[in-house]
């Protein structure tokens, strides 16, 4: 495990290693981060002392699939949650967990693929309120204590590694098969007003449907179609954001 003070990414940091030969299960934690990357190329910002940046190195030589394994981490990370704790944790496709709509934790799994395959799984979680508040993200975001569970990230750290490690072995073995039920009873998603951006880049709005095999999701068109969403967002009608290109 590499622990740094401040670092512009533990996901640049951790990938630089993985080119050096880092083993796997190699770890890379950062007290605050100053280039934080999300998904869609979006900044993760670093609101000060509390959040938990961390990325982790899966070696994924025979996995069949390597980056629909996301849904399954994302499941981790909300069971880890629950144990030290928090209130029911909902997962938001593809890759934000949260509590009662508020964003607690976002994952973003890169990969490296040939001949040495790996997978980047990083995590941001939020486990103490920022000393000055959210900011323009109250009433979006959530913090572990604000839920009534005060978690040092050692202790977080202990209890979500070796299931990380666990639901890696089951997924390379068998897919998301185990994992998906238990991700659907927790989508937050499944059965709501949705819209998305298609693949030819119009909006379209229908119903959340299931996760499928491959990591993806499935939507009902109100048009009537039932279409597969690999990338991007997908976005409850009633939230305030707009998808991204
Ligand atoms: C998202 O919600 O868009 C995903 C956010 C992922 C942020 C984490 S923090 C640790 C790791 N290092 C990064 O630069 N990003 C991930």
């Known amino acids: 495990m590499r622990l740094r003070r401040t670092t512009g990414s533990t996901q640049d940091d951790l990938r630089e290693w993985a080119e050096r030969g880092a083993p796997h299960a190699a770890v890379v934690l950062a007290d605050r981060q100053t280039r934080g990357r999300g998904r869609q190329q979006r900044f993760w910002t670093d609101p000060g002392e509390g959040n938990l940046f961390v990325s982790v190195l899966l070696h994924a030589e025979g996995a069949k699939q390597p980056a629909a394994f996301s849904p399954a981490v994302g499941l981790g990370v909300a069971q880890t949650l629950e144990e030290l704790g928090s209130p029911r944790v909902g997962l938001k ?53 604000e839920l ?7 202790v977080f750290l202990r209890h979500w590694l070796p299931r990380l490690e666990r639901m890696w072995e089951t ?15 927790r989508s937050t ?3 709501q007003p949705v819209r998305w951006r298609g693949t030819d880049g119009e909006l379209r709005s229908g119903t959340g449907g299931r996760l499928l095999e491959s990591g993806a999701l499935e939507v009902h068109a109100d048009v009537g179609t039932i279409e597969t969403v690999h990338a991007g967002d997908v976005h409850l009608l009633s939230h305030r954001e707009e998808p991204g290109p």
């Open 189 to 191: 998603l499944r059965g």
């Open 171 to 185: 997924f390379r073995e068998e897919g998301l098969t185990s994992f998906v039920d238990e991700w659907e009873r």
């Open 148 to 154: 009534g569970a005060r978690v040092p990230r050692e």
């Open 93 to 145: 496709w593809p890759n934000d967990l949260e509590v009662d709509g508020r964003k607690i934790a976002g994952l973003l799994l890169e990969g490296r693929w040939g001949e040495t395959p790996r997978v980047l799984v990083g995590l941001g979680l939020n486990l103490r309120r920022p000393p000055s508040g959210w900011a323009e993200l109250e009433g979006h975001a959530v913090a572990l204590d």
